[in-house]
C-alpha cells in the first residue's frame, strides 16, 4: 500500500508558475512509476505527466510539454510537477498517482493503483 498527498494548488493568473508536490508513504517509494493527471469538470481524467522509478524517463503529454516538468527525489519521497506559464485550459484537479512500472499504458489512468485525494489548480485569464 502506497499513500499519497498532493500540495501546491492555488489560484493564479495565465503565465503564472506553480510547483505540485507528492509526498509517499507506505512502501517504497522508488519501487514506483508516477504519474500526474488532471480532470476538469465534466471532463475525463487525463494524463499528464509520468516518470520512472529512477527519474531516468519521463513522459508529457503534448498540450504541456516545453512549459511542464516532472522530477521526483527519492530520498524525500516525493515527486514534483514544475508547472510554467499556465494557461486558463490548465485548470483542473491534479492528481499523483503511482504504479509498478512505464511499460504499457502508462497514459491509461486506469493502470495505476495508487492515488491521491487530489489538490486544485485554477489559473485565470
Known amino acids: 500500500q502506497v499513500q499519497l498527498v498532493e500540495s501546491g494548488g492555488g489560484l493564479v493568473q495565465a503565465g503564472d508558475s506553480l510547483r505540485l508536490s507528492c509526498a509517499a508513504s507506505?512502501?517504497?517509494?522508488?519501487?514506483?512509476?508516477m504519474g500526474w493527471f488532471r480532470q476538469a469538470p465534466g471532463k475525463e481524467r487525463e494524463f499528464v505527466a509520468a516518470?520512472?522509478?529512477?527519474?531516468?524517463?519521463?513522459y508529457y503529454r503534448d498540450a504541456v510539454k516545453g512549459r511542464f516538468t516532472i522530477s521526483r527525489d527519492n530520498a524525500k519521497n516525493t515527486v514534483y510537477l514544475q508547472m510554467n506559464s499556465l494557461k486558463p485550459e490548465d485548470t483542473a484537479v491534479y492528481y499523483c498517482?503511482?504504479?509498478?512500472?512505464?511499460?504499457?499504458?502508462?497514459?491509461?489512468?486506469?493502470?495505476?493503483?495508487?492515488w491521491g485525494q487530489g489538490t486544485q489548480v485554477t489559473v485565470s485569464s
Open positions: 498517482a503511482a504504479r509498478n512500472d512505464l511499460s504499457g499504458n502508462y497514459y491509461s489512468h486506469r493502470t495505476y493503483a495508487y
Open positions: 516518470i520512472s522509478w529512477s527519474g531516468g524517463t519521463t
Open positions: 507506505g512502501r517504497t517509494f522508488s519501487n514506483y512509476a
